[in-house]
């Protein structure tokens, strides 16, 4: 639905991963996951040192490794860094990474998959040690994915997987993005209650973390609808949110102007359902709409506590980033991971809202 330049220096031979190499590191480097509620650290663990536009400031543990014992570096490239979501993704790996000696460098495609393209190719250009991305196009990224294949270069997705083919992925880690889509339709059915009614989908097409949301939340619909005769939902129509408050508003506008009517909006993301919101507190239609959106963002469950926002299916963008920190540190050490790592989701409605401490 959950988007900076970091720099440190590596010892490794370039495309070859020796049996020396998987030895510097000990399996009591790697810590379980923590399967956490919606908090970016543990209270006994130090939180993750923040991602700000430009060069890192982080002083992770890393910073004071003394240089031979660095280990690496692994670049990371999110979607966007103006989605807290993928901010909070990028800290956790860093500041896992950083437990067991490796740096890391992590930049955003800002939604242009050919900016992301020249991001992996200079990371390979660094000779890190892997690459992790969060796809600006899940097909268009697929050809950079390859030249690292050629490389040696292990390759590792986060929140939004490749769909190009022949580029070869080690392991994708992500929110159960299907299932997620499937809860949102249930908050949906709850929100309409027996009158049903017409419903539009904000969608983004490029990112199949988005394309799986909408999938689950028509089949939902669809079962939902099947030999009813009265108060069926009826998806009348799906327009661009492209996951922004801007592009959000602008959709919600247009759906009122052609569906005037319409009684819920599934907002694939949190910035795009706020936009939505806008339009509607605008057009004075914000109490005949109800709206579902996807991630769990703090202000996204504020706009849920204040009755803004329906619910969320919430996400958990600190356990992406720290189960692909992991993830990578195995992989190195030469063990076989699982080609997908799905972390589920859980539905925030507003009595979660006004019993978190956490919201104002």
Do not use: W
């Amino acid at each position: 639905m959950r988007y900076d330049d970091r720099r440190f220096a590596l010892r490794y031979c370039h495309g070859k991963r020796t049996m020396s190499h998987r030895t510097l590191f000990s399996r009591s480097t790697f810590l379980p996951l923590l399967i956490l509620s919606g908090c970016l650290a543990s209270s006994n663990s130090p939180a993750p040192a923040p991602i700000t536009q430009g060069k890192s400031t982080t002083t992770s543990p890393a910073a004071a490794t003394p240089v031979a014992e660095r280990k690496g570096t692994v670049g990371v490239s999110v979607l966007t860094l103006s989605n807290p979501f993928f901010k909070v993704i990028g800290e956790n790996i860093t500041a896992e990474l950083a437990k067991a000696g490796y740096e890391t460098e992590v930049v955003a495609g800002e939604f242009d998959v050919a900016k992301q393209r020249d991001q992996v190719n200079d990371f390979l250009a660094k000779k890190v040690v892997a690459i992790v991305l969060c796809p600006c196009n899940s097909r268009g990224i697929g050809p950079v994915i390859q030249v690292a294949n050629q490389a040696g270069i292990p390759v590792f997705t986060a929140d939004i997987a490749c769909l190009a083919p022949d580029a070869k992925v080690v392991s994708h880690i992500a929110t159960d993005n299907l299932g997620g889509g499937r809860q949102a339709a249930e908050a949906m059915i709850e929100a309409l209650g027996e009158a049903g009614g017409k419903v539009v989908i904000l969608d983004y097409k490029d990112a199949e973390s988005c394309i799986l949301r909408v999938q689950g939340f028509k089949e939902v619909v669809a079962k939902y609808n099947a030999g009813r005769a009265s108060g069926q939902i009826e998806i009348v129509a799906e327009l661009p949110g492209d996951g922004k408050k801007d592009m959000g508003y602008k959709a919600a506008e247009d759906a009122l102007q052609a569906h005037g009517d319409m009684a819920g909006i599934f907002a694939i993301n949190d910035p795009s359902a706020l936009g939505a919101r806008a339009a509607l507190e605008k057009a004075g239609k914000a109490d005949q709409v109800k709206i579902v959106a996807f991630d769990g963002q703090p202000e996204g469950k504020q706009a849920i506590k204040e009755g803004k926002i329906y619910a969320d299916p919430i996400q958990h963008p600190d356990q992406i980033g720290i189960q692909t920190a992991q993830s990578i540190l195995k992989y190195l050490e030469g063990e076989e991971l699982p080609k997908e790592q799905l972390i589920p989701t859980g539905l925030y409605r507003q009595a979660d809202g006004l019993k978190d401490p956490e919201l104002k």
